[in-house]
């Protein structure tokens, strides 16, 4: 049974960063891809940012393109996401994701999901 966990989150002002982790155990991290998501109050749950099991390719949704950064430290069974120029419009809880599949690529992840972690982007 894989197990995710988020931490990073926290208040940070608009334009400010915050960096998210992930750790992830219970398989093989390093043939898996990972993913970022993220549901705001009263909206759907939306995929943010993915990294295929090397680091190799990555996938940004448009709305974090250039502000958002994914990586990976397959060593440490762990997936960052670096939030950089913050808005308010991004205030979420995000959830690490798991690749449902070893070596799937584009992105498909499991139905399944840690507690998240709170990102709140005050104005």
């Known amino acids: 049974q894989v197990q995710l966990v988020e931490s990073g989150g926290g208040l940070v002002q608009d334009g400010g960063s915050l960096r998210l982790s992930c750790a992830a155990s219970?398989?093989?991290?390093?043939?898996?891809?990972m993913g970022w998501f993220r549901q705001a109050s009263g909206k759907e749950r939306e995929l943010v940012a993915a990294?295929?099991?090397?680091?190799?390719?990555?996938y940004y949704a448009d709305s974090v393109k250039g502000r958002f950064t994914i990586s990976r430290d397959n060593a440490k069974g762990t997936v960052y996401l670096q939030m950089n120029s913050l808005k308010p419009e991004d205030t979420a809880v995000y959830y690490c994701?798991?690749?449902?599949?070893?070596?799937?690529?584009?992105?498909?992840?499991?139905?399944?999901w840690g507690k998240g972690t709170l990102v709140t982007v005050s104005s």
């Open positions: 994701n798991a690749g449902a599949v070893p070596y799937g690529w584009p992105y498909s992840g499991m139905d399944y």
């Open positions: 219970g398989r093989t991290f390093s043939r898996y891809a």
């Open positions: 990294i295929s099991w090397s680091g190799g390719s990555t």
